[in-house]
């Protein structure tokens, strides 16, 4: 029913069938009506008796029954009618004379009575057996109260009435072992004027015995014209013994404007395969609207219409609150419900966010999924919404909309996090929304400076469209997971989530993804893992677009992932980012040499692998499997592996080596790793002389290992330094006089540096002036001194020079550092007046951030929960992130020690090389052993070489029955 969002009003419709007088013209099945009107409104489907009673007693030979039915009023015009019965009953077969619907004009002016002709039968063993007809109306009589108390009657033949059409239908079943059904199957096609409703495809006028393997049956539907199709609805009944079903295509033919559209299926409607569901919708190839309309941008509307008449009680009246268009933003909720028995609720839950000059979002209802029914006393519950951007959030109102005493519900705390501004905001409520309990309040606003606010990392919005290619089978159920690399970092792995029919053949499916901001992006990494009953996909492209910038990145790849298909055979591939047909990155040779040391039982019998890290990302997980040598990792022996076909990384940083300690020797001692990039015709060195095994050195069979080449940069005591100046864009903000300039860093102070202003041609309004001087280093720069002083030492007049911006660029390095001024300067004759500004933002190259890649030792400190049944015996793993990168998954095991008990604080030593600042932590368990739930406090990890201590909060349950079922977590740091 369409509604466009509102609650439709029900008003009375007086409806009168005419079955026809003809032999065995009466039925006893059950007779349902649907109304259409116009921009496509219609009624819920009704049944025009309520009882067997009734049905035994109407609709008898040359019977005029009249039913007073209330309907979603659907507007003054009625299209057209759809009006048929279930086929049930001694003698279901009907032939229906015409159908008469009458309504009351508005303000009570009298009737109109539109008339529908049919004279046709509606029955299994009749005419061309169908049960349901759609009916067009032929006239309109309308009687009108005059003044004077008397009804005029007036006939109006209905000239423009959409027309019948017949559509005839081909189902192709597939050509596979049990691909034929015996189920029954139902049919629903949908055009942009209409639908036909569901018509059951009973005779096949190709075949006797339908839906047979490799067979083609053919049908005709007759419904009011649909305009142009768009999308069908089929389903099967599972009865019978055979019911499973592979369709493999669908083709509708509109007889009248002889338009072909063709459905590619390729799926299985089947309780045991695929997705195991029986019902499914499919769109008409090349079609380009909308699939998924619950990620459309919801329409603003005011919802705070229908609140609870209890929210408002001791509340002034209220001002008109302010919904306007403007960007969609997604915000991230957790509610965690109190632990009293009856703290728990059924009820609709919603949140309301408030910004500044009474602009809110609409109410983001916060509906339950994964099958679950209440917010439970005790758990916890995760949401993510898309509602309008306010602004700066001044409050923030929850409450759910249970009418009755018993909806009580009892919340414990509530946050909402804000990926777009890099925010979160906790609120503990600890109060009651119930009509019973507390004050009686179903709903309460809490203000922002109540909260607790602390940083997470900034997220950016990109619009992805995923294109499935036009192959034969190209459609996939598999799971399918994205990695995004940009210049300033990379995402985690993120899965795509299917939502039913995702990634369909000649598909394309849009959605919205978070990630971090990393832009300009370079590449991105697809994987599937080959589950599900089709485990292959054809992958045409990938198209990024950035909601905030509008930068649009295409990512080409038209082939195969699928281990028995296409001439790859792989389940992963890369694809550079393409912007404005220029490919980001370029494909070369990585030629890897692996030195095994010359130390005794220094060889492994372990699979080895590693990753390589570098400017645009890394490699993804490359298994040394093909050496030059047949023994491979024997002591004193280079093994040499070539991988072909690869993304550049740029100039690297590090690698990654480990090896799964498999072997009767796993044990291994490793001198160095030589990384050739033959397109930059590079080797880059990785040395490690240390073992990886669990017997020797500290344990780890995981090391990182720094590149050598970057201790090859030699940063003498002096460098060079770029400054960019911005002057304002504003009336007198120039300057015809000079300006210096002084650099803070942490290593020390620069000398006075003079940007002197020749023929009056810098520092004009809106440009941007560049210079470069040589200093000594002075490490991070922390503050500037900046100074405008006269050319002839004498201040004639009161005047000033509006600074926008500052951008020093330190030239050895590239390091950017970033000074928002918008500041006006006065001119001075001295150099003993100026104005100081701190480092507002700080951009680290590349060659910066490899340079500070050493190898640290982290104390990790994992506090388990003093609560029942906190302790876990689940195998623990934790990954850190920091500014340089990430650890890789590390196992937190120790020997001859019971680890994660109730209350316990566990110490864990892990070297690998420094992450720098800490951005966030993921702690996560295998849920195996007899009690893998587990109840982590909070976790501290310390880098020993500074000793910097960073603190992750958790105080939540990694267990998969209880609270919101994760097993893992990610925790960013308490400041």
């Known amino acids: 029913m369409a509604t466009n969002g509102k609650c439709p009003e029900v008003v009375p419709y007086e409806i009168t069938t005419f079955t026809s007088d003809v032999f065995a013209a009466g039925t006893d099945a059950d007779v349902f009506i649907v109304l259409y009107g116009q921009k496509g409104l219609c009624t819920q489907q009704k049944y025009l008796c309520v009882n067997k009673r009734e049905r035994l007693m109407y609709f008898e030979r040359s019977a005029e029954d009249m039913f007073i039915v209330e309907l979603e009023d659907i507007g003054d015009v009625i299209e057209k009618i759809r009006i048929g019965h279930d086929n049930q ?174 459905f590619l299926c390729e799926r299985w409607l089947s309780i045991k395969k695929e997705d195991k569901r029986i019902e499914r919708t499919f769109f008409v190839k090349g079609y380009e609207g909308e699939r998924n309309p619950q990620n459309a941008k919801k329409t603003m509307q005011n919802s705070k219409a229908g609140l609870d008449s209890n929210m408002n009680k001791k509340k002034k009246k209220k001002k008109a609150v302010i919904m306007e268009e403007g960007p969609m933003i997604p915000y991230h909720f957790t509610v965690s419900t109190g632990d009293d028995r009856d703290g728990s609720t059924t009820s609709r839950v919603y949140v309301i966010i408030m910004g500044p000059n009474d602009l809110e979002t609409e109410r983001l209802w916060l509906d339950l999924t994964d099958g679950k029914t209440c917010f439970a006393a005790g758990g916890m519950e995760h949401f993510m919404c898309y509602g309008l951007d306010v602004g700066e959030i001044k409050r923030v109102e929850l409450g759910h909309n249970g009418a009755t005493p018993e909806s009580c519900w009892l919340v414990d705390a509530l946050s909402v996090a804000v990926p777009t501004k890099g925010i979160q905001y906790n609120f503990l409520c600890k109060c009651w929304l119930a009509k019973d309990r507390g004050d009686g309040l179903t709903a309460r606003v809490f203000n922002i400076l109540d909260a607790t606010t602390i940083g997470i990392i900034r997220k950016v919005v990109y619009e992805v469209t995923v294109v499935t290619g036009d192959t034969q089978n190209a459609g996939t159920d598999t799971n399918i997971f994205i990695t995004v690399f940009g210049a300033n970092g990379s995402m985690e792995e993120m899965l795509l989530a299917k939502h039913e029919d995702r990634f369909e053949r000649g598909q394309e499916d849009t959605f919205n993804l978070e990630i971090d901001d990393i832009a300009p992006l370079k590449k991105l990494r697809v994987r599937i893992d080959g589950s599900g009953s089709r485990p292959d996909w054809f992958l045409d492209k990938i198209i990024m677009r950035n909601l905030s910038t509008e930068e649009v990145y295409v990512f080409t790849y038209e082939e195969w992932l699928s281990k028995t298909k296409g001439p790859k055979r792989t389940k992963v591939c890369e694809l550079p980012a393409v912007v404005d047909d220029e490919e980001m990155v370029e494909k070369t040779t990585y030629t890897i040499q692996v030195k095994t040391s010359d130390v005794a039982a220094a060889g492994t019998d372990a699979n080895v692998s590693l990753i390589v890290f570098g400017e645009n990302g890394d490699t993804g997980t490359l298994a040394l499997r093909e050496s030059t040598n047949r023994n491979k990792f024997e002591r004193n022996q280079v093994d040499v592996f070539r991988f072909g076909d690869i993304l550049s990384l740029g100039e690297l940083s590090k690698i990654r080596v480990w090896h799964d300690n498999k072997g009767p020797a796993p044990g291994w001692h490793l001198d160095y790793v030589d990384v050739k990039d033959d397109l930059l015709d590079q080797t880059f060195r990785f040395p490690c002389d240390r073992w990886l095994a669990k017997s020797e050195d500290d344990g780890q069979i995981m090391r990182e290992l720094a590149c050598a080449n970057n201790d090859i940069l030699d940063l003498s005591d002096k460098t060079k330094y770029e400054i960019e100046i911005t002057t304002a864009n504003s009336e007198d903000a120039e300057t015809k006089e000079n300006v210096w300039i002084i650099l803070e860093g942490k290593k020390g102070r620069s000398k006075e540096f003079m940007m002197e202003n020749p023929k009056k041609k810098k520092f004009l309004r809106g440009a941007t002036d560049s210079f470069e001087f040589s200093s000594k280093n002075v490490g991070e720069i922390v503050g500037i001194c900046l100074g405008h002083i006269t050319k002839e030492k004498k201040v004639k007049n009161e005047s000033f020079w509006h600074v926008q911006e500052v951008v020093i660029t330190e030239k050895e390095l590239r390091n950017k550092f970033y000074f928002t001024c918008d500041s006006r300067i006065p001119l001075a004759a001295k150099r003993d007046e100026f104005m100081t500004f701190e480092c507002t933002k700080t951009v680290e190259s590349f060659a910066s951030k490899v340079r500070s890649l050493v190898p640290v030792k982290y104390e990790i400190i994992v506090i388990t929960g003093d609560v029942k049944g906190a302790a876990t015996d689940a195998n623990v793993f934790i990954t850190l992130y920091g500014v340089n990168g990430d650890s890789g998954k590390r196992a937190l095991k120790g020997k001859y020690r019971n680890l994660f008990e109730r209350g316990r604080t566990d110490r864990f030593l892990v070297e690998m090389l420094d992450l720098g600042e800490l951005l966030r932590i993921r702690v996560e368990h295998d849920d195996n052993g007899s009690s893998s739930g587990w109840f982590l406090e909070c976790v501290e990890v310390t880098n020993t070489a500074n000793w910097v201590t960073t603190i992750f909060v958790c105080g939540k349950w990694l267990d998969r029955n209880k609270a919101d079922g994760q097993t893992h977590r990610v925790l960013y740091p308490k400041y």
């Not at 009458?102 to 002016?109: D, M, N, V």
């Not at 034929?180 to 409703?197: E, K, P, Q």
């Not at 768009?230 to 509708?252: F, P, T």
Request: glycine residues 8%.
């Open 89 to 262: 009953g001694s003698n279901p077969g009907w032939h229906l004379d015409r159908v008469e619907i009458r309504r009351l004009l508005r303000k009570g002016k009298g009737s109109e009575t539109t008339i529908f002709p049919c004279e046709r039968w509606l029955a299994r063993s009749e005419d061309d057996g169908e049960t349901v007809r759609e009916l067009v109306p032929s006239e309109i009589i309308t009687e009108k109260l005059l003044r004077d108390g008397t009804l005029k009657h007036n006939e109006i033949e209905v000239e423009d009435a959409l027309e019948t059409h017949t559509y005839k239908v081909s189902v192709r079943t597939g050509d596979m072992y049990g691909a034929g059904t015996d189920a029954n199957v139902f049919l629903s096609i949908y055009g942009d004027l209409g639908d036909t409703g569901e018509r059951k495809l009973s005779k096949s006028e190709s075949s006797s015995n339908k839906f047979e393997r490799g067979a083609v049956d053919k049908f005709s539907i007759e419904a009011v014209d649909l305009g142009q199709v768009y999308k069908i609805r089929i389903r099967h009944d599972n009865s019978l013994a055979g019911a499973d079903w592979y369709l493999d295509q669908v083709e509708v033919v509109d007889v009248e404007t002889e338009e072909v559209y063709m």
